[in-house]
């Protein structure tokens, strides 16, 4: 217990079971001990008035005006704390351009291996003994007591804390402080944090419903209309503070607490701490324009050149004689089926007669679905003519991929009594014109024929990369889907559905750059990783795809596409509807022109191709800096690796419906809980560096600068015995020349360990140009 002078002028928390503890530190250790619950309200005492709050302050002003008086964004002044300075005893070994403290190449060796989590070598020189070792926390004065690294979040004065008890006129009952609790000065309140609990709780997303990138299916989850770009408070600059500890060279484990504590900061809750940085501040930020905003936004317009009109799916209902009429060549075949695809089932409607019980039974570039009912005659009528076994799994076809010829699979299909096949086909984009249009492709005299559903659209190519959203906020009929965070603002695609002479009609308006990620890798994200390692091939990836797109120019990946589903007998009738609505002209939606327009006004953005690529960038960057991926490679993914990666695919323009992506306005996003980290040189290089010879030059440049002994092989960094050389020409490859490492670099992958080897200055930068150390 504390008597009335211990507590004179000094910060109380009440908790809401009734403890009153000395400080925001306290609270939270109360909460993680005793298990209790959050408050949602807490009191403060100042001095011996218990249970007063204290007044807040009710000033505020824009943002960037808040961002000029102090690099930390807003917070009330009295709960302003760094969180820099906690970043500094977590983040042990953050990667510098250059580093004058590391003169000699195994000290540079040694913190490229402290970034890659490799412990470092008995033959590299230790740190210079005046570097103080910094294992977790911050280094306290020499008569402080330790901090748990979840708690030291600023530096404080330590008072003495007395036993004696305080009588109950006075206040409730004070927890008692272990040694390690710390007393806050009058000039820092504590910074709040949510306990180690709170913060590993999230929103639990439901499964995926599968399907394309950018036409999600009726149940899936669509964020509303962006958020309005919101104003920060101002703050008071912040009070002076010791320089920061220097953190140590050596890669010594996060602890759970640590590893709690990240997670508190990369994932924040209502009361975590005020973020480091503003994304809006970020230069790209200015090039990503609202269309109506752009003084050229006629010429913008009329720079969009449209492609003929296709058609990009359909879903037909065709008999098995008519099938084989169609396909009735001897070359024909067809691959049995051998996974049961992700279902969703619908239990308001029917797309057809009981289509949701239809399963995926073979493929042969288009989807052959049949009746569930068919699975067992069919397997029974084709042990006739070959081997093929019978899938386990309710909508599991087969167990292996036999190849049929197509005249056999309908003999036995007629033979199992079927007589219905649902013919589904994606992303062909048939120009709807005479040499590439032969004939019908329906079955227009099927009894079920008028469940046929087609996909028309047109693409619009343009120097500028487009985003939409809703120009009237959330509304019924429109779901919005986010793209290209943080720059964006939350713009991205939208699906829209709209009535027009009794019929029905769903619109996709989205970002042509989809199918310019789908022609680099139609499986960019797959399903949701597992393992941590999982989380780095996709990081990977994303790193890959970046590389590939930085060799497209402006017109390559610029534009956007319309696309309207519809239900009809045929193409040909499916074309008349959409022609009639005018859905494909751009100005319908946007309200340009003399109409008519929808009462469903979409807004756009448009981006230039280099704040597109500084945008996906800056996000992977962040992400990289403060190792946000680090840990053991087979371990389960905490949320943050999950939230993390989601961001990152979503930067470069991928959204695959399977996480939501962080809003990009929200003030204590994880990019904006991170110190701001430096350009990306592997932007820059990525850029450059396109072919496999420029490649190959790059890497035979790295090699000659990085020393002796050649370029360091990043599984083994300190190991001087480990060092690449060229082991494939096409594509590029190099590998490790150790027996037994082996390990092995491509393209993309070349780029990003030599950025990181300048970055580290184990190459000289001046070889690239880099005179000035940036």
């Known amino acids: 217990m504390f008597t009335p002078e211990d507590i004179k002028d000094s910060t109380l928390v009440v908790c809401p079971c009734g403890r009153v503890v000395l400080n925001q530190a306290g609270l939270i250790k109360h909460q993680l001990r005793y298990d209790c619950p959050e408050a949602t309200q807490r009191p403060y005492i100042r001095g011996s008035t218990p249970l007063t709050s204290p007044p807040q302050s009710t000033a505020e002003s824009s943002h960037r005006a808040a961002l000029s008086s102090s690099p930390l964004s807003s917070a009330p002044p009295s709960t302003l704390t760094p969180p820099g300075y906690l970043l500094a005893g977590l983040t042990l070994d953050t990667p510098t351009y250059k580093s004058p403290t590391l003169s000699s190449t195994g000290q540079r060796l040694a913190s490229v291996a402290s970034s890659q989590g490799h412990p470092p070598s008995s033959s590299l ?445 045929s193409l040909q009738e499916a074309t008349k509807l959409v022609k009639r609505t005018g859905f494909l002209n751009p100005e319908y939606w946007l309200g340009l022109g003399n109409g008519p327009h929808t009462h469903k006004t979409i807004s756009a953005k448009v981006v230039s191709r280099q704040a597109f690529l500084d945008n996906a960038n800056w996000v992977l960057q962040q992400a990289e800096s403060t190792k946000v991926f680090r840990g053991q490679g087979a371990t389960k993914p905490s949320k943050l690796h999950i939230q993390a990666l989601t961001d990152i695919l979503n930067a470069l323009g991928w959204n695959g419906d399977l996480r939501t992506p962080t809003n990009s306005w929200r003030p204590n996003a994880w990019w904006n809980m991170v110190a701001p980290a430096a350009p990306s040189l592997f932007g820059r290089l990525a850029e450059i560096y396109q072919t496999d010879d420029q490649i190959r030059a790059l890497f035979e440049l790295a090699r000659t600068n990085a020393g002796r002994d050649g370029l360091p092989c990043k599984s083994q960094p300190n190991d001087l015995s480990h060092r690449y050389q060229v082991n494939n020409g096409r594509p590029f490859r190099i590998r490790c020349c150790m027996h037994s490492c082996y390990h092995k670099l491509q393209r993309a992958a070349i780029i990003d360990w030599i950025a990181e080897l300048l970055n580290h200055g184990v190459i000289d930068g001046a070889i690239l140009g880099r005179d000035d150390g940036t």
């Open 125 to 569: 020189s230790p740190p210079p003994p005046s570097t103080p070792t910094v294992t977790s926390g911050l280094s306290s004065a020499p008569d402080t007591p330790p901090q748990p690294p979840a708690l030291a979040t600023t530096w404080r004065t330590s008072y003495p804390v007395s036993p004696d008890s305080v009588g109950p006129d006075d206040c409730h009952q004070v927890e008692e402080m272990e040694l390690d609790g710390i007393w806050e000065d009058d000039r820092v309140d504590g910074m709040e944090l949510d306990n180690v609990q709170g913060a590993l709780d999230g929103q639990d997303d439901g499964p995926s419903d599968g399907g394309s990138a950018w036409a999600p299916s009726d149940g899936s989850r669509s964020s509303a209309s962006p958020t309005p770009e919101p104003s920060l408070p101002r703050t008071s600059p912040t009070p002076s503070t010791p320089p920061e500890p220097t953190p140590s060279r050596s890669p010594t484990p996060a602890s759970p607490t640590v590893l709690a504590a990240l997670d508190e900061i990369y994932a924040p809750s209502e009361r975590s701490p005020p973020p480091i940085q503003d994304v809006r501040d970020q230069p790209f930020m200015d090039h990503f324009k609202m269309l109506a905003d752009m003084e050229d936004e006629e010429d913008v317009l009329d720079g969009l050149v449209a492609r003929p009109m296709d058609v990009d799916r359909w879903e037909l209902v065709i008999s098995p004689e008519e099938y084989l009429n169609r396909f009735k060549d001897s070359l024909a075949d067809i691959q049995l089926v051998n996974r049961a695809p992700l279902r969703k089932l619908h239990t308001t409607y029917h797309r057809g007669p009981a289509f949701d019980k239809y399963m995926l039974i073979a493929e042969a570039t288009h989807q052959l679905w049949v009746d569930l009912r068919f699975k067992k005659p069919f397997f029974n009528a084709l042990d006739d003519h070959m081997d093929a076994q019978e899938g386990t799994l309710e909508y599991q076809a087969s167990q292996g991929k036999a190849h049929l010829p197509t005249s056999v699979f309908i003999d036995c299909l007629m033979a199992a009594g079927c007589h219905t096949i649902r013919l589904k086909s994606y992303g062909q984009k048939m120009p709807m014109m005479t040499p590439f249009l032969q004939n019908e492709p329906a079955q227009t005299n099927h009894r079920c024929a008028e469940h046929n559903e087609w996909d028309i659209g047109t693409t619009f190519v343009s120097p500028y990369i487009w985003l939409f959203a809703s120009a009237t906020g959330r509304r019924h009929g429109i779901k919005h889907f986010p793209m290209c965070v943080p720059g964006s603002g939350d713009y991205g695609s939208v699906n829209v559905d709209q009535s027009h002479r009794g019929h029905k009609f769903t619109v996709k308006i989205y970002p042509r750059l989809v199918h310019i990620i789908k022609s680099f890798n139609s499986h960019l994200q797959g399903s949701i990783p597992t393992s941590l390692s999982g989380v780095l091939g996709q990081v990977a990836s994303a790193k890959h795809m970046i590389h590939s797109l930085s060799g497209k120019d402006a017109m390559g990946l610029g534009g956007f596409r319309i696309e309207v589903t519809v239900k009809a007998v």
